[in-house]
């Protein structure tokens, strides 16, 4: 998706496309729905009012820019953002699979979601998620986990959705693929949570797939507190703090 959107930028801007800082970097097949971007584009372009339009005439139908403007002084889609929501989809009995998504994980066999629910509990607030993450050198693997509760939606779907300030490499599709192994009885709802006690990763832990996982919101906080949460989260600092509903999402 990025790379598309930067080659339409350059179109627009009628010069080298731009480089889009993005609030939330995805794996290939992991969709977004509620991504956050920005860029550096010249003021008369930036300020256009046909942008939005131009924008998605260039784009393909799977990727839409849903609302594009000026942003606030201190904002960055990356740095500025209090957390990140995703939900992880399962169909797991043929009455549920709608062959038209892609959007849902295909499961072979139904999944207990009362145990699924006792095992997310124990995952919330600020853990080192190490058995969760590949790790990269330099980078941190603690992360505060605001939300993550699963329940049956209305279309018969298990979804899960997870909240946190932020998400590690391959941290949410290591979570559900523990979670899954939960729910189909194969390990008791403490094992999740008793894998924050390692530091380093879990290789029981099977990795989910990407097809069914989905960047729903980035939340931002107000304008006035956008370059001092840069401040925070540059500094490697977490702050507990549940996001607003209604700031911008993508």
């Known amino acids: 998706m990025q790379g598309v959107l930067e080659q339409a930028l350059g179109v627009v801007v009628r010069g080298e496309p731009p480089r889009l800082t993005v609030a939330g970097r995805t794996d290939a097949g992991v969709h977004a729905r509620g991504q956050v971007a920005h860029a550096d584009l010249p003021e008369e372009r930036a300020e256009d009012p046909l942008l939005l339009r131009r924008l998605n005439g260039l784009l393909p139908q799977d990727v839409r820019v849903r609302r594009a403007g000026l942003a606030p002084d201190g904002f960055d889609a990356r740095f500025s953002a209090l957390a990140r929501t995703y939900r992880y989809r399962v169909a797991d009995g043929p009455e549920h ?26 995952m919330l607030g600020e853990h080192d998620f190490a058995a969760y993450c590949r790790r990269r050198e330099g980078a941190t693997t603690v992360r505060a986990l605001l939300g993550l509760e699963w329940r049956r939606g209305q279309e018969g779907l298990l979804v899960l959705t997870i909240t946190a300030d932020a998400f590690c490499h391959s941290m949410v599709r ?77």
């Open 97 to 122: 699979v709608d062959p038209l998504r892609r959007d849902v994980l295909v499961w072979p066999r139904v999944l207990d979601l009362d145990a699924l629910q006792a095992a997310a509990a124990p």
């Open 174 to 250: 290591s979570v559900v693929g523990a979670m899954l192994a939960v729910g189909e009885g194969r390990r008791p709802p403490e094992w999740p949570g008793s894998l924050l006690d390692l530091r380093t990763r879990a290789t029981e832990v099977a990795v989910a797939s990407p097809y069914g996982l989905t960047l729903e919101h980035v939340a931002y906080p107000p304008d006035e507190e956008l370059l001092s949460r840069q401040t925070v989260t540059r500094g490697g600092l977490r702050v507990l703090k549940t996001p607003e509903a209604g700031h911008p999402e993508g």
